[in-house]
């Protein structure tokens, strides 16, 4: 008899966060292209013009390095200290150095 939907016959399943074997192996193969092709790949980046150069590597850069999420504190000044306000300065000092 076929399984409702939402039931399965394994009642562990697939453990939380593994990746099924199609994006393992698909992840492995690009890694290979890449790492096979890497001279030709340098060579085709810089023929282009540097305005495209620059938009590929904008483009790859997403996969690499996390984009920054903006962040909001709302602080009410008036709620606080002379003391826990020039705590919060300096902190804030702190971090942009």
Partial sequence: MA???GQTGNLNGR???SPNKVTSDLREWV????????EQ???DLLALEPKARW???EKLMQ???PK????????DFDK??????????NEITKSLE
């Fill in 3 to 5: 399984q409702k939907k």
């Fill in 15 to 17: 453990p939380k966060g």
């Fill in 31 to 38: 890694r290979m292209l890449i790492d096979g092709n890497r």
């Fill in 41 to 43: 790949l340098e060579k």
């Fill in 55 to 57: 938009q590929v590597v």
């Fill in 63 to 65: 996969y690499t390095i």
């Fill in 68 to 75: 920054m999420q903006s962040v909001e504190a709302k602080i």
């Fill in 80 to 89: 606080l200290s002379d003391s826990q306000i020039s705590t919060v300065i």
